[in-house]
């Protein structure tokens, strides 16, 4: 399918516009920093299934998404990275780490430890870590990031939050606004640009209008949101994909940061109140987030994915599953590798779990 030009329009403008990037794995990330430090947030994305070179450094064991990274970097293709931030969100992302420092000393890291609480003790060891950061950051860019730059940084973040709960909203309503490669492709630039270039993107598409479609609501939750053939295989089965919860797409933008507050403590305070993942030891409060949502989209049923060897979204399952039987939502939930989800038997899958709403 041919890419419609606003997004091959808005990739040249990104490519031209991040020069100096600082790599990031979890959306836990405070790209605010970054940003007003000068760089620019760019999550780090493998496009090709084949591994190379990370059989050598990492278990078979591990999660999928991580050997993918560590491959992009035993291989040399990010050089252009003038940094990378992991924070503790897995065990997985420490050996990460423990790779890019040994191996790879040629990008600069810095490791942030998020708490798993969020009460005021832990905002203030977040904070503490934030200021660590601000440090590292400053080191790298040569560049004092004072609290002007910071609150500047989160209003273009908070918009940027704003436009993609319009553009989920309105794509809840009418589904045929934008279709399932068109979405990705939004949160894919929107998670790999500068924001006063993707906040543009994302004003520009809200002024489109499209066709209506027709299908089965369906709500898709988990880890990973690039899973571009799943989607797909959702709308070529008679579905609609209404709402998601993955790490960059709908649990990226709730909770906004407070622009009138000392800029570490309103950071510190908004990302760990944000929709927490199964990391966090309030994690069913994201099982109650996405049954609402599910009852707002008035989905049909609810597709949960997630990668082998993920413990912090496998474990959390069993307990929405329940969940969702008591209130008779169908669910399917597929495990996979992180490119393994464009198989047949998984299009197969999706067939029937449709055809049962």
Not at 278 to 295: C, K, L
């Amino acid at each position: 399918m041919k890419e419609k030009p606003i997004f091959t329009a808005y990739q040249k403008e990104i490519d031209r516009t991040s020069s100096k990037k600082i790599g990031l794995l979890c959306p836990y990330t405070v790209e605010e920093l970054i940003d007003a430090a000068g760089f620019t947030p760019v999550r780090l994305i493998p496009h090709e299934p084949n591994m190379r070179f990370v059989d050598a450094y990492l278990p078979g064991t591990l999660c999928s998404y991580l050997r993918y990274v560590v491959d992009l970097g035993i291989a040399g293709e990010l050089k252009g990275f003038r940094g990378l931030v992991i924070n503790h969100s897995c065990d997985g992302a420490r050996r990460t780490l423990d790779i890019f420092n040994t191996y790879i000393p040629d990008i600069p890291t810095f490791f942030v430890d998020i708490p798993k609480k969020n009460d005021p003790h832990a905002a203030r060891y977040f904070k503490r870590e934030l200021e660590k950061m601000k440090v590292y950051l400053q080191e790298l860019s040569g560049v004092e990031i004072t609290d002007s730059a910071l609150v500047a940084s989160i209003v273009r973040y908070n918009e940027n939050r704003r436009l993609l709960q319009e553009i989920y909203d309105v794509r809840a309503n009418n589904p045929g606004v934008m279709n399932a490669q068109e979405l990705i492709r939004v949160l894919d630039l929107n998670s790999t640009g500068p924001k006063q270039t993707t906040n543009q993107m994302l004003s520009d598409l809200l002024s489109v209008s499209g066709l209506e479609r027709k299908g089965k609501r369906v709500f898709v939750s988990g880890n990973i949101f690039d899973t571009l053939p799943l989607l797909e295989y959702i709308e070529e089965c008679g579905g609609v994909v209404v709402g998601d919860d993955f790490c960059f797409g709908g649990r990226y933008f709730p909770v906004a940061v407070a622009e009138n507050e000392a800029p570490l403590d309103a950071l510190a305070r908004r990302y760990l109140s944000r929709v927490p993942c199964g990391r966090m030891i309030n994690f069913s409060e994201r099982i109650d987030y996405v049954i609402e949502a599910v009852q707002k989209t008035m989905s049909a049923g609810v597709i949960y994915t997630s990668l082998k060897f993920c413990d912090n979204f496998l474990v959390d399952f069993p307990l929405f599953r329940e969940r969702l039987d008591q209130l008779d939502i169908p669910s399917l939930f597929l495990e996979s590798e992180y490119f393994s989800l464009r198989s047949g038997q998984v299009r197969t899958r999706v067939e029937a779990f449709l055809e049962r709403l």
